[in-house]
DNA sequence: AGACCCGGATTGTTGAACAATCCGGGTCTG
DNA sequence: CAGACCCGGATTGTTCAACAATCCGGGTCT
């Protein structure tokens, strides 16, 4: 089921597991809200409770995962004030690091290639190509500040980007409409047009955060 | 030890026992670089070995803690990279917040309450004082973005911040130098003049980072 | 229909056990 | 004497079985 190891010789199981679960959870094997079972997960993983609970407390440390006293561990299921959250914290983040970090000659490579992914993503249509590509562009922009640590936030913020789509009903095409204006953000950026390029991430993180709560409330 | 709570009921014990490790480093009372050994902290706990286990996995997620594979837990000792990445950190979220972020009446009271405890820390030269006065300042300015995320982020931040001073060998009057910059920083803040204020705050993280890295080892 | 209750299932936590690994110290050798 | 080697105790990594506390679903009683 997992491609990558199959049993850690010994001493990383907790880790693993915790990998594992945060696979299934970002590729929406396991959607929002689903419950993690306790017997069911250690039996199938082959490893005793108590290593999986220790998975449990790293998952709810980084909020991926909710407990709920005497109930269990679930999947977040993000309402919408966590929607906005998260766009609170990329309106800051992501401007900041595109006006206040340092574009390398290895980030604009990374922005050269992060373009041609979204064109190709364009010309053969395929959604979850392009919503990879949107995730590398954003994280490419924090990467900018050259902070490890804003990385880090930035990556567990599209990762609960991710779960909103995978509560949603219809998760299809919502990064399509945004290529155009995603090209030219790259192309902005590129350009050394720093101001203007915050100016139209802002009105991309506008527009996108009002679509999606649109889309999910009254 | 800890004036808080002896024994919790029946349900949160590994939180339990994450906060009251999560305490004991921010006082200062666990070392950079010590050890954490399972055994005597599961005895002087009360707790079994797995339910300590469980709330390193969380210290260590949080990157509080660090695990060494067979060897044991030990308190996160950043070094010079890391108080690079913490001012990297500051340096995009502050100013962010404070130019981009709501003002609310709340918010100005919070700040007025502050100055009073800076210049009262700075009349009676209470060090401790000083740092929580501080700490509670850049607090103030990233909760000015309105995430709870980012201050969450912060407050890490700041915790890793405080193991830098813990690590030091003459912990004291970092922060008294900067009490004249901070007044006049929130006096900024609360005079509307963010562009001003903001110049002001990133001279001053210039000017901590500098000093902190000269007086650890070049 | 709705309140009540009960027994099975699940969670929270513990203690003991064992393999794997590390550590400190003693010994051997050159 | 220094360094390589080795060994036994201590520590970590992980599992298992057990138990109390709590929840849940379903049947019963009014």
Request: proline share 4%.
């Given at each position: 089921?997992?491609?990558?190891?199959?049993?850690?010789?010994?001493?990383?199981?907790?880790?693993?597991?915790?990998?594992?679960?945060?696979?299934?959870?970002?590729?929406?094997?396991?959607?929002?809200?689903?419950?993690?079972?306790?017997?069911?997960?250690?039996?199938?993983?082959?490893v005793s409770r108590n290593t999986?609970?220790?998975?449990?407390?790293?998952?709810?440390?980084?909020?991926?995962?909710?407990?709920?006293?005497?109930?269990?561990?679930?999947?977040?299921?993000?309402?919408?004030?966590?929607?906005?959250?998260?766009?609170?914290?990329?309106?800051?983040?992501?401007?900041?690091?595109?006006?206040?970090?340092?574009?390398?000659?290895?980030?604009?490579?990374?922005?050269?290639?992060?373009?041609?992914?979204?064109?190709?993503?364009?010309?053969?249509?395929?959604?979850?190509?392009?919503?990879?590509?949107?995730?590398?562009?954003?994280?490419?922009?924090?990467?900018?500040?050259?902070?490890?640590?804003?990385?880090?936030?930035?990556?567990?913020?599209?990762?609960?980007?991710?779960?909103?789509?995978?509560?949603?009903?219809?998760?299809?095409?919502?990064?399509?409409?945004?290529?155009?204006?995603?090209?030219?953000?790259?192309?902005?950026?590129?350009?050394?047009?720093?101001?203007?390029?915050?100016?139209?991430?802002?009105?991309?993180?506008?527009?996108?955060?009002?679509?999606?709560?649109?889309?999910?409330?009254?």
């Open positions: 089921m997992n491609p990558v190891t199959d049993t850690a010789v010994h001493a990383h199981t907790g880790a693993w597991v915790a990998q594992v679960l945060r696979r299934r959870i970002s590729a929406g094997d396991l959607r929002p809200g689903a419950k993690l079972a306790e017997q069911a997960l250690s039996e199938e993983l082959e999986l609970r220790e998975a449990f407390a790293a998952l709810a440390a980084e909020s991926i995962v909710q407990r709920v006293p005497n109930r269990g561990v679930f999947v977040a299921s993000p309402d919408a004030d966590a929607i906005r959250d998260v766009y609170q914290v990329r309106r800051m983040l992501e401007p900041a690091a595109l006006l206040w970090g340092e574009l390398t000659e290895e980030r604009q490579d990374e922005l050269r290639g992060i373009r041609a992914a979204i064109t190709g993503a364009l010309e053969s249509g395929d959604a979850d190509a392009m919503a990879g590509a949107n995730q590398r562009l954003h994280d490419a922009i924090v990467a900018m500040s050259g902070s490890p640590t804003l990385s880090t936030v930035m990556d567990r913020t599209l990762a609960r980007m991710r779960l909103v789509f995978h509560g949603m009903a219809n998760p299809s095409g919502f990064h399509a409409p945004y290529a155009e204006r995603n090209l030219r953000l790259v192309d902005l950026v590129l350009a050394g047009r720093r101001e203007e390029a915050a100016q139209a991430l802002r009105g991309y993180l506008d527009a996108a955060e009002r679509e999606l709560l649109e889309h999910l409330g009254h």
